[in-house]
């Protein structure tokens, strides 16, 4: 019990520093985030979803705690730091077709929550162009965080002996 706590802080650790960078390096805001949402991955993979649960919500406290713009705090709680969990939900799915649509669909909502939450504070400019553009995007990311996942399990497991 005391590993998994000992673990998990240290993972919650490297999660808010990536994220405290945020405030630091104003540039590559988007891919610093996306880094701060591996780390639940390696909580769901050791310990289970009711302990990714447990680490979102202990992220996204202490992340409306040290991001200095909540913009991006709104922005990191509705979709890179609940993408683990969801991904983790979407991927039971046998058809790798049916897992990709339901992706697309969750990502495309929480945009869309996302857009008529921040819509009001900043100015988005939706047409043809941005729509493909994160659809693209999207699949990228999924892509390399999957990449993560099967890294973490060959290679880095082994390593750290968890």
């Given amino acids: 019990m005391s590993k998994k706590v000992s673990y998990g802080g240290i993972l919650l650790a490297l999660n808010l520093v990536l994220l405290l960078l945020i405030n630091i390096v104003p540039m590559n805001t988007l891919f610093l985030m996306s880094l701060a949402s591996l780390p639940i991955s390696i909580v769901i993979m050791e310990w ?58 969750c990502a495309n909502f929480l945009v869309m929550v996302l857009y008529f939450i921040l819509n009001s504070f900043v100015y988005i400019p939706v047409n043809l162009f941005t729509i493909i553009t994160f659809q693209i995007v999207f699949m990228v990311y999924d892509y390399m965080y999957s990449r993560f996942i099967y890294y973490y399990n060959d290679k880095l497991r082994k390593i750290l002996k968890i």
């Fill in 48 to 105: 289970g979803p009711k302990m990714g649960v447990a680490f979102y919500i202990g992220s996204t406290v202490l992340s409306f705690i040290i991001i200095n713009s909540k913009v991006q705090f709104i922005l990191y709680t509705f979709s890179f730091g609940i993408y683990g969990l969801l991904k983790y939900v979407l991927e039971r799915y046998k058809y790798i077709y049916i897992e990709y649509l339901l992706k697309i669909v």
